[in-house]
């Protein structure tokens, strides 16, 4: 797993190997994966490998100014990729038909990322394009499938190696179209999810409240969803990549922004997508400033409005993204889990032996009572560590913290003991707190 950004991102001098705090955010999420696309690559990002000016029909704003992009940001960008151990998804432009150009775009992408270019994908949410005024009212799936056919093409001549990612989109409809497309390359179905996305709340299931972020119904709506574009890939052996998700897709802020709660759904989220059988997240991301940036980003940059000073500040969703990073890899155990509320159980066997557990629990912190466990693992636990994602409430804003600090968990050895730990026996009783996310490893 690991961040979105958008496509003129890759322009941000910020995104450097010898910057400590952008390989730490990355490092932080484990073996990361930073995909570049978001509504910008479309509109606002022009890549040339030639220096050409950009083109004037390109429009952007202050905060979203239009960025050319060349391969000495590939250069740049790959000096991060080496530092944080890291891969990389890149969007190429659609809105703008032009094959050739992003053909080239692939070749410098392939020939400077080497393996860590993972795919490519055509066009960011073309599903979206006539309503946007990307392209006229009249364009539509036909009319994608055709291009992708050129784009891909042209893409595979100069980086054949790379998969083609797509379609990227927001609608069901576009998922089988793309996976029966023929193209010359590996194929890679993918999708964006945004769980809470009615803005002016027409839809009450679907609007960015906190009783619907925190409940069992969106859990289960979610990953309904996911399996009905799981069940679409595998019939032609495909992986599925949600290359870009959130909370909520809304502009601007809703009682869901920065809150504990984002980061609690956010670690269920990324374990029950995993465990759906979902290949790679990205968590769409911002590096505008904390002051005036968009409120529901997992990062974002210090200083005042659009002058970030060159610090970055790890907002909820990333200490719940980091709590499932600090898992590390491993074959997803079967558990049985019954009582406990709103209780989501995870657990994996790690390649030592070891079993790692994380227990999310959604209850609300200032009205629930102390979950209590009894836990019967696969063996005679000779050593018990845990680590702990709190906060005050579901709302608490900016307030979660990982054992007390503001910071990624620390390593299994360096963790505290289970409270009270039974050694030797394969049960293990302890209490949990409401609002929590506790990682626990056990080794036997």
């Known amino acids: 797993m690991g961040l979105s950004l958008e496509a003129t991102d890759l322009a941000d001098t910020s995104l450097r190997g010898d910057n400590p705090e952008m390989v730490g955010l990355l490092t932080g999420l484990g073996k990361a994966h930073i995909r570049f696309g978001g509504s910008s690559v479309d509109r606002r990002m022009f890549w040339t490998s030639t220096g050409e000016p950009v083109p004037s029909n390109l429009k952007g704003d202050k905060p979203r100014p239009v960025r050319a992009v060349t391969p000495a940001d590939f250069q740049r960008v790959n000096t991060l990729l080496v530092a944080a151990d890291a891969q990389i998804s890149l969007t190429v432009d659609l809105g703008n038909f032009d094959p050739a150009r992003a053909g080239d775009m692939a070749k410098y992408g392939a020939e400077i990322f080497g393996a860590r270019l993972v795919s490519i994908t055509v066009g960011n949410e073309p599903n979206g394009f006539p309503t946007s005024g990307v392209r006229p009212s009249g364009w539509g799936l036909k009319d994608y499938l055709g291009e992708l056919e050129q784009y891909a093409d042209a893409i595979h001549k100069m980086a054949p190696d790379v998969p083609l990612l797509g379609p990227g989109a927001y609608s069901e409809a576009w998922w089988e179209p793309f996976v029966k497309t023929s193209t010359p390359q590996q194929k890679i179905l993918s999708l964006h999810h945004y769980p809470l996305t009615s803005c002016d709340s027409k839809d009450p299931d679907s609007a960015p409240t906190m009783a619907n972020l925190v409940s ?131 657990a994996l066997e790690q390649a030592d032996g070891s079993t790692s557990i994380i227990i999310v629990n959604e209850n609300d912190p200032e009205s629930s009572a102390q979950v209590e466990v009894n836990l019967t693992l696969p063996g005679r636990a000779r050593t018990g560590t845990m680590t702990r994602l709190t906060g005050s409430s579901f709302g608490s804003q900016d307030g979660t913290r990982i054992d007390g600090a503001e910071a990624i968990p620390a390593p299994v050895a360096a963790r505290a003991t289970v409270e009270g730990f039974n050694y030797g026996s394969p049960t293990q009783k302890f209490k949990l707190t409401a609002g929590t996310a506790t990682v626990l490893n056990f080794k036997y």
Request: glycine content about 12%; overall charge positive.
């Open 216 to 346: 069992a119904r969106m859990h289960e709506r979610t990953l309904a969803y996911q399996r009905a574009a799981l069940d679409v890939a595998r019939q032609a052996g495909m992986q599925v990549w949600i290359p870009e998700t959130g909370v909520s897709a809304c502009d601007g802020a809703n009682p869901t922004s920065r809150t504990h709660a984002s980061a609690l759904w956010s670690v269920d989220y990324v374990l029950s997508s995993a465990q759906n059988g979902i290949q790679r997240l990205g968590f769409h991301s911002s590096l505008l400033t904390c002051t005036g940036g968009p409120p529901l980003s997992p990062i974002c940059s210090g200083g005042a409005y659009l002058k970030p000073n060159g610090t970055m500040t790890k907002r909820a969703p990333y200490l719940g993204l980091a709590m499932a990073a600090s898992l590390g890899s491993g074959d997803f155990l079967k558990v049985e889990q019954s009582g406990g509320g709103l209780t989501y159980a995870y």
